[in-house]
């Protein structure tokens, strides 16, 4: 069950972390249009959260669902 976890968090994370990292730069594009550098800094950054709370969103219901829920 542990390797559908990877798998599953390997295919959605990135997605997710893609979408973030998109709508987070349009945005600051937007309001800091004369700093795109720190457009970027900050799209990455939120990417890379999304990124690390979708993983671990993933993990844990698969635990959960394996542990809780019968079989």
């Known amino acids: 069950?542990?390797?559908?976890?990877?798998?599953?968090?390997?295919?959605?994370?990135p997605v997710a972390a893609l979408s973030s990292y998109l709508i987070t730069?349009?945005?600051y594009k937007r309001h800091f249009p004369e700093d795109l550098r720190r457009a970027r800094k900050?799209?990455?950054?939120?990417?890379?959260m999304s990124f690390i709370f979708f993983?671990?969103?993933i993990i844990?219901?698969?635990?959960?669902i394996d542990?809780?829920?019968p079989k």
């Open 42 to 48: 900050f799209s990455l950054t939120f990417a890379l």
């Open 1 to 13: 069950m542990f390797r559908l976890a990877i798998v599953l968090a390997l295919v959605f994370s």
């Open 60 to 64: 844990l219901a698969v635990i959960f």
């Open 67 to 69: 542990k809780f829920l």
């Open 25 to 27: 730069y349009a945005e």
């Open 55 to 57: 993983t671990m969103m």
